[in-house]
């Protein structure tokens, strides 16, 4: 089964920026959709950034403009790059794996604390 494992997360200010990385066991070129989950306390959990084998990445409404994600297929890693970080942002981040496309995402990362103060 796919391993992942995050990293980057951390205390940050308004404004400030953060990076996350995913590193994937395996070839991340066989997975099909990378995704970018979190969730807040006492919150459900929300799908925040999404990058396909092929194709455009796609991005919650609250976090287009300020987020980025990318794949790195040479070294089996997903990043999500976090600019203009706001208070609302603070969630612990978690990234998945939907590895054959059906919509299910099957691997999924312990998760990484972002904390963004005022």
């Known amino acids: 089964q796919r391993q992942l494992v995050e990293s980057g997360g951390g205390l940050v200010q308004t404004g400030g920026s953060l990076r996350l990385s995913c590193a994937t066991s395996?070839?991340?070129?066989?997975?099909?959709?990378m995704a970018w989950f979190r969730q807040a306390p006492g919150e459900q959990r929300e799908l925040v950034a999404s990058a396909r084998r092929a194709g455009a990445p796609t991005y919650a409404d609250s976090v287009r403009g300020r987020f980025t994600i990318s794949r790195d297929t040479a070294k089996n890693t997903v990043y999500l790059q976090m600019n203009n970080l706001k208070p609302e942002d603070t969630a612990v981040y978690y990234c998945?794996?939907?590895?054959?496309?059906?919509?299910?995402?099957?691997?999924w990362g312990q998760g990484t604390q972002v904390t963004v103060s005022s």
């Open positions: 395996g070839r991340l070129f066989d997975v099909y959709n």
């Open positions: 998945a794996a939907d590895e054959y496309g059906n919509g299910r995402y099957d691997a």
